[in-house]
């Protein structure tokens, strides 16, 4: 019998076990319409022809690098640099649809923004006394990576709008009075998965601010950007602030095209010096941990990205247009239903809230009651309804009179009959917990 | 100014700053005849449609799973299991061309060899007591994983016949006196990167019964296994021995089919006992760790690879058929176009000597003289032919009278060209070592 490793013990934590839990339910009740899975919607995609993608791409190598055909196949089939294939397009696009303005050489793509972001951590920490800040409830790619590297976490609050700043000045203030740093926050202003929670513009200057006084960086998770209503007035990404070099910027492709593509990226144009006195890039050093950890990112699937981006006119708004709509239009969908089936007299159940996001996949919701898995048990039995206990978005205690709900990967038909039974179930609610406890 | 991580000075590293070089060198003399990458031969790839092995697969998944088209579409496009999609495939050929039989569940699915490594690296270790052993000259991916994970790196001398194993007791000796231990060692026993070393059956038996009696790990690395010339008695892997429960056994599809779908595998029947007492396998393990670091190995790759395994009856055998025919062919062709330009006479030149390997894709050559970025230079421009010095393959110092040749990117007409030219330049050797000492 192996003794395990060091890891070992955090690998049985409640986090991997309840989201082991919620698969056996959702398999147990086929049925049941579920908001737990924050997954995109692919309905659209699965006639797409990726090899037509790939081909505009190998056009395009063609016609950018002067390579016959082979040429340019040979460099989807072959190892690749460890950066990247598609880096000038990526540039081009955060220049164009997101203001945020570093050279190609800046940009690193990686297996999803997971790889972005263990790359990220193992690049900047230096030792025992640098802390990552994230807000709770938090993803848990983030607190996975600094878990695998073993990287303590500190947490702050995830307030309404967003991080709770104050909170990150105490930390700061307690983890320097025990000769401690924050070394980077992680956040996600656009939209944060668990919970939805926007940033507005004055508290993305007051984090960059603090981030420049406490001499730390932000570690900006874009994935629900795009899901932005174009015309209205939202805060730009924080990478795009003055401040902004403060900031590394991580992306992924998952949302905006699919996720079986695992292509994602990372903006980090800061200088380093090195220790024999040069100056690089951080994108240099993370390129060259990407070499110890997946080699490069697969070439192949770079093409089907680059070519789909190629074909929305190199614009990420562009290729955003339709299924960020999708998405708009689930989420308004999910609000009002809510609404109606929750307050058919105005007022909501005692006790129960939710937030209100102008975009992104998720809301937050919290309950009077202990939310567990014996309560979403009853809840996917009897009223057919699944949800992701807001728990297993905390490291240790916390969250548990909290869901979250997704609108993502629900047909639109889907989510006000799921809303139904959602609101028949907190009418009820009050029961159930007598009952279970 | 950004201070730098921890792993920052290891990544100014002479290896690094090598491969840098040697890519330079490669850049400023396309006309040399390279024998120094070690990427697989893909001429025949270049008209292959990656999209009918996509096509065979999604038949797979519809026939094996009862899905209709857009169900088994779905999964290339979505998150998958962390633990991969082929596993099934490559477990039944495992068990048919290897002899390893163990059930689908063992095998995890990993972004190349490359991430497998970093996995079993990360689940294994527990402290900073344990040690991780190789054989240098080594291979690069295995010992950048350990540096990623601060992991220390203890090496034996590889002779012609694989890792010193007098050395490797003395190792285990002096690690216990100092109260560490061995925890896990690499090998390649199939024609090892960059040696070309094989090592033979009794080896292979006392490797298995040091591993038994230090209570270590063997991680098996069989990239070049399928070079083997199938009518040949070559010894099994080390994981179809008896004893074989002490090997994690690593694999690629990188030579087997292309390095661009970035797909491996490893093999981990091991039982665990968690800390709450239940029994699991380390690929539970690494799975869980590989939602960490790249959540899923890409399906729409898995698909690809899957697809050409299926369209080779689900063999490796019959998959590798044509490419291992190809490889020892050139493998064949480079050592007879050695001995002949080299040995016109029946004697190589003073000091200069080699190794005879059956497979793979490397040949071991000894010089008189100081391999380095000088010689390397005189090498390109004067003779028109490359190859990597060996002590990129050493830690620190060693390796500093070697080089390798690899066989493998090259087509037949190039070898004995490039062997013609490599004849000349060592005939003249001593005269530039005097010159540019």
Redesign the interface.
């Known amino acids: 019998?192996?003794?395990?490793?060091?890891?070992?013990?955090s690998?049985?934590d409640p986090l991997?076990g309840s989201i082991g839990f919620l698969n056996e339910v959702m398999s147990r009740f086929p049925d049941a319409i579920s908001f737990a899975p924050g997954?995109p919607h692919?309905a659209d995609?699965?006639d797409t022809d990726?090899?037509r993608s790939?081909d505009v791409f190998v056009e395009h190598l063609r016609r950018t690098r002067g390579l016959d055909l082979?040429g340019a196949?040979?460099l989807?089939?072959?190892?690749?640099p460890a950066r990247g294939l598609i880096n000038d397009l990526v540039a081009a696009a955060l220049r164009t649809d997101h203001g945020v303005d570093v050279p190609p050489e800046a940009v690193v793509i990686t297996?999803?923004a997971?790889?972005a972001m263990?790359l990220t951590l193992?690049?900047?920490?230096?030792?025992a006394a640098d802390v990552l800040v994230v807000a709770e409830p938090c993803f848990v790619?983030i607190t996975?990576?600094a878990?695998?590297l073993d990287i303590e976490v500190v947490a702050v609050p995830d307030t309404d709008n967003g991080p709770d700043l104050d909170a990150l000045d105490a930390v700061c203030a307690r983890l320097a009075a025990r000769g401690r740093r924050v070394r980077a926050m992680y956040v996600a202003p656009d939209y944060a998965n668990p919970s939805g929670t926007e940033m507005d513009r004055a508290s993305r200057r007051r984090l960059l601010g603090t981030a420049e006084r406490e001499d730390f960086?932000l570690l900006e998770d874009n994935a629900y950007g795009f899901t932005k209503s174009v015309a209205s007035g939202h805060p730009p990404a924080l990478k795009a602030m003055d401040g902004g070099d403060r900031v590394v910027q991580i992306g992924t492709f998952?949302k905006l095209c699919?996720?079986?593509?695992?292509v994602g990226y990372v903006v980090a144009d800061?200088?380093?010096?090195?220790?024999?006195g040069r100056?690089r890039l951080?994108a240099d050093?993370l390129a060259?941990?990407k070499?110890?950890?997946?080699?490069?990112?697969?070439?192949?699937?770079q093409a089907?990205i680059g070519g789909m981006l190629l074909e929305h006119g190199g614009s990420f708004a562009e290729l955003a247009r339709e299924r960020g709509a999708f998405y708009q239009g689930n989420l308004t969908l999910l609000l009002e239903a809510l609404e109606r089936h929750l307050c058919p007299d105005g007022r909501a159940p005692q006790g129960v809230s939710w937030n209100r996001p102008s975009g992104g996949f998720f809301v937050r919701m919290r309950l009077p009651v202990t939310v567990d898995e014996a309560l979403l048990e009853v809840s996917a039995s009897r009223y057919g309804v699944l949800w992701t206990p807001m728990s297993q978005f905390y490291r240790g205690p916390g969250g548990d009179r909290e869901l979250r709900l997704s609108c993502s990967y629900l047909d639109p038909e889907g989510i006000d009959e799921g809303a139904a039974r959602l609101a028949a179930f907190l009418r009820d609610i009050g029961a159930h917990q007598a009952r279970t406890a």
Chains 1, 2 share one sequence.
Do not use: K, W
Not at 1 to 9: R, Y
Not at 258 to 262: E, I, K
Not at 270 to 276: G, I, M
């Open positions: 019998m192996l003794a395990p490793g060091s890891l070992h013990d690998l049985q991997l997954a692919l995609l699965l990726a090899t790939v082979h196949r040979r989807l089939y072959e190892y690749g297996v999803g997971q790889e263990l193992r690049a900047l920490f230096r030792d790619g996975g990576a878990r695998l960086l998952a699919f996720p079986g593509a695992r800061q200088p380093v010096r090195t220790a024999d100056i951080l050093e060259a941990l070499s110890m950890v997946t080699v490069n990112t697969s070439p192949l699937c089907v």
